[in-house]
């Protein structure tokens, strides 16, 4: 099992990104292939919702459904 830590900055690029941009198709990919396993940090969960609260809430419940769906481990 390979493990794949993501930082804020690819967490929110995942989130709000195009259909087609890396940052989706990586995080989409790597979140359905049997070998790796997506991990993150506490602190990178805690920039992605501060900085989602500030400059984009409307996207908070979005952000919800994608750490559940992903399966990233925190």
């Known amino acids: 099992m390979i493990a794949v830590f993501l930082d ?3 967490l929110i690029s995942a989130l709000i990104g195009s ?3 890396a940052p ?7 979140a359905s292939s049997p070998v790796a396993t997506l ?7 805690q920039e ?3 900085n989602l609260a500030r400059k984009l809430p409307q996207a908070r419940p979005l952000w919800r459904q994608f750490v559940i ?6």
């Open 8 to 10: 804020s900055n690819v």
């Open 24 to 30: 989706v198709v990586l995080v989409d990919w790597l």
């Open 39 to 45: 991990i993150t940090g506490r602190c990178c969960i």
């Open 19 to 21: 259909t087609h941009s």
């Open 69 to 74: 769906a992903s399966g990233i481990r925190i």
């Open 48 to 50: 992605v919702e501060r």
